[in-house]
């Protein structure tokens, strides 16, 4: 519930912002917008990139080339041999809980200053 209410008061006071910018300040409407796009894509690729962490990719990598290079090492694979070890690699897992908050509010951001940047060339500036 506690994640609701955040987005949606994020979500209202860039309303608010906006609609006061449209009826006080038009001439800093553009300004606006592209202040707002710039915030959007910023969170959209911050939070894809704590996406692929999060999902495993890079960890999956690193043990694929440590397997493929023991298995050409024969010195590796003595060692191995000797320690009783199968090759099974722990697995890591790292959770990001403002994952949850980044996605959303970046997608948010990013919709509203497109729409607003379309009505605002139709509109005519």
Do not use: W
């Amino acid at each position: 519930m506690k994640k609701k209410s955040f987005i949606l008061s994020f979500c209202s006071t860039f309303f608010l912002i906006l609609f006061s910018t449209t009826f006080f300040a038009p001439k800093y409407i553009v300004v606006l917008l592209d202040l707002l796009f710039y915030i959007g894509i910023i969170m959209l690729l911050i939070g894809s990139v704590l996406l692929i962490i999060q999902d495993g990719f890079f960890t999956r990598f690193i043990n694929n080339s440590r397997r493929f290079y023991s298995t050409l090492s024969k010195r590796e694979q003595v060692i191995q041999e000797v320690e009783g070890k199968n090759g099974g690699n722990p697995s890591y897992s790292k959770k990001f809980p403002l994952l949850t908050y980044i996605l959303p509010l970046g997608a948010f951001c990013f919709s509203l200053s497109v729409i607003g940047s379309i009505i605002t060339v139709h509109l005519g500036r």
